[in-house]
């Protein structure tokens, strides 16, 4: 009854009547009581009263990034399909009003460019061609405010990548593994060629040396052959 007024006029005349004391009291009580619910209510009001207007400030601020971009997205778009791929988010960073805007809204759009390979990574193959629709666009970019907090979806999300990339590198790693080995192999297949050549080049001087041999005079020979002309 102190706290909500419900009968304290019946409470004071019975506590004034057996004393004073007990009346004053219970006045106190009942002033502190009412104030402390009334600061309450106030407080709560404030509160409610902030989150709405703090709700409906983002919300405001969300419609004109995205109005924004849009703008500069279909001015971009030459197959209107309204997709964003790598290449069209890398151009529209380029743009000052899509810049501007994404500033207002705490996001860096420096910072953002180097986020652009895992926000058009494709969770499956782990290619960077993967396009985007319009609404994903935005619900990922404002999750790149500086003011965000990380939350589980954040560290599962990375988790993904993190994956996703490990595999793709290890895809890579074999790829080239693969490359060495067959270069190593033609390498070798070279060496044994060129072994071959070698050989054969030194049969052919031999070859070449005996001919020139045979086909040469012997100077007794050709001494012989002289006198007999002269005869």
Do not use: W
Request: glycine share 6%; charged share 25%; hydrophobic share 45%.
């Amino acid at each position: 009854r102190g706290v909500f007024l419900d009968g304290i006029e019946k409470v004071m005349r019975a506590l004034i009547d057996e004393h004073v004391a007990l009346g004053l009291i219970f006045l106190l009580y009942v002033l502190l009581a009412e104030m402390t619910v009334m600061n309450l209510l106030v407080g709560v009001l404030c509160e409610v009263v902030n989150v709405v207007a703090s709700a409906e400030k983002e919300e405001l601020m969300v419609q004109y990034v995205k109005s924004k971009l849009l703008k500069v997205l279909r001015q971009m778009d030459d197959d209107g399909d309204e997709q964003i791929s790598k290449t069209e988010f890398v151009s529209m960073l380029e743009h000052v009003d899509a810049c501007s805007a994404l500033q207002e809204v705490g996001v860096d759009p420096v910072g953002l460019v180097d986020f652009a390979d895992f926000i058009f990574e494709d969770e499956v193959d782990g290619d960077s061609d993967k396009q985007l629709t319009f609404p994903d666009f935005i619900e990922l970019v404002m999750q790149f405010r500086g003011t965000n907090t990380a939350t589980v979806r954040d560290i599962v999300d990375l988790r993904k990548f993190t994956r996703v990339v490990a595999v793709h590198l290890n895809d890579r790693i074999t790829d080239l593994r693969k490359t060495q080995s067959n270069i190593s192999r033609d390498v070798s297949r070279l060496g044994d060629n060129q072994q071959v050549m070698l050989q054969r080049f030194a049969g052919l001087q031999s070859t070449l040396h005996a001919l020139s041999q045979h086909l040469e005079l012997p100077p007794r020979q050709a001494g012989a052959s002289g006198e007999r002309g002269s005869v």
